[in-house]
Nanobody, 125 residues
């Protein structure tokens, strides 16, 4: 059974840091790209970062590039999102998702097959 479980969310002050974890089970991680998405109140879901497990290729949205870092631990079947210099605009529910890679030219994390339940991140003084 495919499962993605996020953890690490919470309340943090502006300028602070958090690290989110996405623990994957029930599938072979190296055949996938794992992405982080977020949905802020009243806004559409936003894809913010993605990592291709087999070669470590990473992508970031403009909104988080330079502040967030995605990484993987293949032994632990876990993907992390290190978030630094957080602002109130980063407040959202954060989700990880797994995108099965079927072709070499496939756009990473464009059509995820599996989703986690989400973890709340609140940035507030």
């Amino acid at each position: 059974q495919v499962e993605l479980v996020e953890s690490g969310g919470g309340l943090v002050q502006p300028g602070g840091s958090l690290t989110l974890s996405c623990a994957a089970s029930g599938f072979t991680l190296e055949y996938y790209a794992i992405g982080w998405f977020r949905r802020a109140p009243g806004k559409d879901r936003e894809g913010i970062s993605c990592i291709k497990i087999v070669d470590g290729k990473t992508e970031y949205s403009d909104s988080v590039r330079g502040r967030f870092t995605i990484s993987k631990d293949r032994v632990m079947n876990t993907v992390y999102l290190q978030m630094n210099d957080l602002t109130p605009e980063d407040t959202a529910v954060y989700y990880c998702a797994a995108d099965r890679l079927l072709s070499p030219g496939q756009r990473l994390c464009a059509t995820p097959d599996h989703w986690g339940q989400g973890t709340q991140v609140t940035v507030s003084a």
